[in-house]
């Protein structure tokens, strides 16, 4: 998986191995330096550092390439992200709660379920706007021939299927998925050959301890982050034409686009229900079917989601290129609940 990856990142940027200068690579369940093995058999002899911050590995490994690249030590580097998973549900990566373990609740279907029902109440939404990002994601992933989920499914399909944790039934959750997604960061080149993405903003931050009471079940970290990214990148957030935001549950995406400025706080599972979140709406989101359908190993999410902002921003999206080719992007990953690491991007062509 690896290997196929960096080829394809090497082939789009017009690059080859010799002139990788170091790697950054996300993985969270491989063995302590598992990245240098499998970047080893891509054919890259270049230093390895390796990332592990959950779900946001590759998302934090790219943030220390573009440091790195930007600091001007080195001109080109490669951002690799894998994973093999395995069976069984993944638990938050807040540490130290072992009340919370024995009660069942660090489980993320049922953090997710907890969010979705805050969510549903707060707002007055109805479970079949929630259900609607299912819907919206599985008519992404196939236009994506790379997602792990090819299929169409009616809202009927996504409510009735067996429920996992209160509200969220199977077909709102995420796959267990296997995968690696690659990327080549270097300087920018006045003279290179086609469109440039140039970045931005990468803001990292990560959330530990208390929840502030106010701001309820919402991701307050998102919305912190994207204040200062936007800053950072000179726009606002209705600037951004389309973007990529963790949604390994249905509310994931919803609370996430909200806390990007993206719509309005509260109309997020709305706004997908009237189709304003597709690839065809005003605000696209997930536009490879998102990790609900494009599916979720854990080391690939972050570069995976960039890889498809990337084609997006420079028309190469094939049959889910959004109708107005876009000129801003922004990506949101988080990492064991927000606990790990969340990050925000802004890309740019």
Same mark, same amino acid.
Request: net charge negative; aromatic share 4%.
């Given at each position: 998986?690896?290997?196929?990856? #960096?080829?394809?990142?090497?082939?789009?940027?017009?690059?080859? !191995?010799?002139?990788?200068?170091?790697?950054?690579?996300?993985?969270?369940?491989?063995?302590?330096?598992?990245?240098?093995?499998?970047?080893?058999?891509?054919? @890259?002899?270049?230093? @390895?550092?390796?990332?592990?911050?959950?779900?946001?590995?590759?998302?934090?490994?790219?943030?220390?390439?573009?440091?790195? #690249?930007?600091?001007?030590?080195?001109?080109?580097?490669?951002?690799?992200?894998?994973?093999?998973?395995?069976?069984?549900?993944?638990?938050?990566?807040?540490?130290?709660?072992?009340?919370?373990?024995?009660?069942?609740?660090?489980?993320?279907?049922?953090?997710?379920?907890?969010?979705?029902?805050?969510?549903?109440?707060?707002?007055?939404?109805?479970?079949?706007?929630?259900?609607? #990002?299912?819907?919206?994601?599985?008519?992404?992933?196939?236009?994506?021939?790379?997602?792990?989920?090819?299929?169409?499914?009616?809202?009927?399909?996504?409510?009735?299927?067996?429920?996992?944790?209160?509200?969220?039934?199977?077909?709102?959750?995420?796959?267990?998925?296997?995968?690696?997604?690659?990327? @080549?960061?270097?300087?920018?080149?006045?003279?290179?050959?086609?469109?440039?993405?140039?970045?931005?903003?990468?803001?990292?931050?990560?959330?530990?301890?208390?929840?502030?009471?106010?701001?309820?079940?919402?991701?307050?970290? !998102?919305?912190?982050?994207?204040?200062?990214?936007?800053?950072?990148?000179?726009?606002?957030?209705?600037?951004?034409?389309?973007?990529?935001?963790?949604?390994?549950?249905?509310?994931?995406?919803?609370?996430?686009?909200?806390?990007?400025?993206?719509?309005?706080?509260?109309?997020?599972?709305?706004?997908?229900?009237?189709?304003?979140?597709?690839?065809?709406?005003?605000?696209?989101?997930?536009?490879?079917?998102?990790?609900?359908?494009?599916?979720?190993?854990?080391?690939?999410?972050?570069?995976?989601?960039?890889?498809?902002?990337?084609?997006?921003? !420079?028309?190469?999206?094939?049959?889910?290129?959004?109708?107005?080719?876009?000129?801003?992007? @922004?990506?949101?990953?988080?990492?064991?609940?927000?606990?790990?690491?969340?990050?925000?991007?802004?890309?740019?062509?």
């Amino acid at each position: 998986m690896v290997a196929v990856a #960096v080829a394809e990142a090497l082939s789009m940027a017009g690059s080859e !191995t010799t002139r990788v200068r170091a790697v950054y690579c996300g993985h969270g369940l491989a063995t302590s330096g598992g990245g240098t093995a499998a970047v080893l058999e891509a054919g @890259v002899t270049a230093p @390895v550092v390796n990332v592990d911050a959950a779900c946001a590995s590759s998302s934090v490994a790219l943030s220390l390439a573009v440091a790195a #690249v930007r600091a001007d030590q080195w001109d080109e580097v490669l951002v690799v992200g894998f994973e093999k998973m395995g069976r069984g549900m993944l638990r938050s990566a807040r540490p130290h709660d072992p009340f919370g373990d024995r009660l069942g609740i660090e489980a993320q279907p049922v953090q997710y379920a907890l969010k979705a029902s805050w969510y549903l109440d707060r707002y007055d939404v109805k479970p079949a706007d929630l259900a609607a #990002v299912a819907v919206k994601s599985r008519a992404h992933g196939l236009l994506n021939p790379n997602a792990h989920i090819q299929q169409h499914v009616t809202l009927a399909d996504v409510l009735g299927s067996p429920v996992v944790a209160d509200p969220l039934t199977r077909f709102q959750c995420s796959p267990t998925s296997d995968g690696a997604a690659a990327l @080549v960061v270097r300087r920018a080149r006045p003279r290179a050959h086609g469109a440039q993405v140039r970045v931005r903003s990468c803001r990292v931050e990560n959330q530990l301890g208390a929840q502030d009471p106010d701001a309820g079940l919402g991701d307050a970290t !998102t919305a912190r982050l994207a204040t200062a990214a936007y800053a950072e990148a000179g726009i606002g957030a209705d600037d951004v034409d389309v973007a990529q935001v963790h949604d390994a549950f249905t509310p994931g995406e919803v609370l996430r686009t909200e806390a990007l400025g993206l719509c309005p706080e509260g109309e997020g599972a709305r706004w997908a229900a009237a189709g304003r979140t597709a690839g065809t709406g005003d605000m696209p989101v997930n536009t490879d079917g998102g990790l609900l359908s494009r599916g979720h190993p854990l080391g690939a999410t972050g570069a995976a989601q960039i890889v498809e902002l990337v084609l997006q921003l !420079t028309g190469r999206a094939g049959a889910r290129q959004v109708e107005r080719t876009p000129r801003t992007a @922004v990506s949101q990953n988080s990492g064991g609940g927000e606990n790990a690491a969340t990050v925000v991007t802004v890309l740019a062509r």
